[in-house]
């Protein structure tokens, strides 16, 4: 128990940092999906990751203000891409299956890109090393205080426009028909969907980012009855399940990453289940 | 009766220049308190000219002047572009319309889904509706905030018998109780005997 305390008070500023993104990721999710975008939370991670293997490569060592550099790096990066990408949903989407199939290809690219990157630069191997096999990753309380911040603002206007975030995710042909100013949705959704993705991959590492994104929504939808009910039902996994994994993580001396995801699942079925029985 | 909407000599088209325009040269007026169904064939371009009204539709010439605010125009569309399976509530549906007055408008939402005889699915899921319910749903959403202009896209299409009688009826208490001009699209007119009639045919329109 002693050394299982110890362990924890070394952890504790990687945990707040995971507890934070399982707290906005998986209703980030659940928004994506509602949109039928999933593919979007597939194919962010692994590019973002690819992004930072190839700013790991071209700077040789790790000194101060480099992490800002990288978070820049990869949120232009994922910013440039979602801008270019066919039209999704919404009043002038296009073709929904070339997409998918766009998203799909990116992923695979993404990790191959990281592999062969790795290969390539020992100090990408270095780098990256700790975060594909989903240990826990070094955490500056600095960039965990932003986080927070982050995390609550994002909270707050999300309160404060939860009318418009629904209205979008639900159906944005009729969102930007009766809405004067939603063409400004359509630009901060993806936006505040590339800042956050971009710092889970540094932080928390693409397994991580993306069992967060992913795993709740899917579990959370069939119980749930309404919009607002699948977004917290979502946080609510995601957070109690990431809060689990970790745990159980670190008393196993297991990777937390999978071990989150584990614990996503788990606390995913077992919910499931349990509305199911009611 | 003032005018609420104005059409001079209006083109429509999808595809940039050279293409030619799917519809061209339609003058249309409505006033308020008007009920106008436009009939016609599949193909005429009455999705499109209704999209255009909506500012849907990428290419334009002419004159489309609105002479009323953005958000005081409801839109029934044939299908909600809304995920099949969604978890999202026949209430919630109807309330994501006025975004800005989500937290206020769950009464006004479960009253105008009773109005459409859905009092007792509100709290059901979308998805779980059948196609009928669904299109009262879509037309209870056009209702909120009691818009100026209502535009209606094939409002009888894959209803029950019911419903269609209902429809004429419905649209006639918001224009006695609102002043709602009302714009259909439709391809019969014989559940609305007290509608005037313009028949859209080969871009053009005559009016009956």
Known sequence: MTDFLAVLSFAAVPFIASLLFAVVLPPLGAGL??????????????????????????????????GFFDFVLVVAGLALLT?????????????LRSRSLLLAALFCIANAAVLLVMALSTHARAELLHALNGEMLAVSPTAVWATAVGVAGAGLVFFRFRGHVVAYILDEETYSIRTPGARLMSLVFPAVAVVLVAAAVLMEGPILASGLLLLPPLLAERPARGVMSYLGASMGVGLVGTTGGFLAALAADLPPAPTAVAGVLLVGVLWRLWRARR | MSLVLELKELSLGYAPAPAPFVLEGIDLTLSAGEFLILQGRNGSGKTTLLRGLLGLVPRSRGTLRWHVARGEVGYVPQEAAIEADTPATALDVVRAVDPAGWAGNAATGRALLARVGLESRADTRFSELSGGQRRRVLFARGLIGFPKVLLLDEPTANVDAETESMMETWINDLRAAYGTAVLAISHGTEWAPSARVATLARGRISHD
Do not use: C, M, Y
């Open chain 1, 33 to 66: 999906h509602l949109r039928n975008e999933s593919l979007l939370g597939i194919a962010l991670p692994p590019v973002g990751t690819a992004l930072l293997a190839l700013a790991s490569a071209f700077h040789d060592d790790h000194g101060q203000g480099q």
């Open chain 1, 83 to 95: 801008a270019f990408l066919p039209p999704g949903a919404g009043p002038r989407k296009t073709n």
